[in-house]
């Protein structure tokens, strides 16, 4: 079992920035592959960035070019860094922790872009 706790969230100025942190319980962090998501009132949950085990990572084009995930391995933490935030970025963040058929949820951080 895997718990996941977010933080970093919070309200912040359209063009501000934040950087949210995911850090896991257990010793085999390094293994999954682990992932940002959001879900806005009224919509579905979306993928927003990935990295994998080897340090590979994706993101959903509406993101690209303004946030950055990361991960130390050694603290067990996931990082996304969200640079030139938009009000559409408002959301609950999710942070994800996956391995074959292990799939973990946080519960969420709620981010707020607005002036």
């Known amino acids: 079992q895997v718990q996941l706790v977010e933080s970093g969230g919070g309200l912040v100025q359209p063009g501000g920035s934040l950087r949210l942190s995911c850090t896991a319980s257990?010793?085999?962090?390094?293994?999954?592959?682990m992932g940002w998501y959001r879900q806005a009132p009224g919509n579905e949950r979306e993928l927003v960035a990935l990295?994998?085990?080897?340090?590979?990572?994706n993101y959903a084009d509406s993101v690209k070019g303004r946030f950055t995930i990361s991960r130390d391995n050694a603290k067990n933490t996931v990082y996304l860094q969200m640079n030139s935030l938009k009000p559409e970025d408002t959301a609950v963040y999710h942070c994800?922790?996956?391995?074959?058929?292990?799939?973990?949820w946080g519960l969420g951080t709620q981010v707020t872009v607005s002036s």
């Open positions: 257990g010793s085999i962090f390094s293994m999954y592959r």
């Open positions: 990295i994998f085990s080897g340090g590979a990572t």
């Open positions: 994800n922790a996956r391995l074959n058929v292990r799939n973990y």
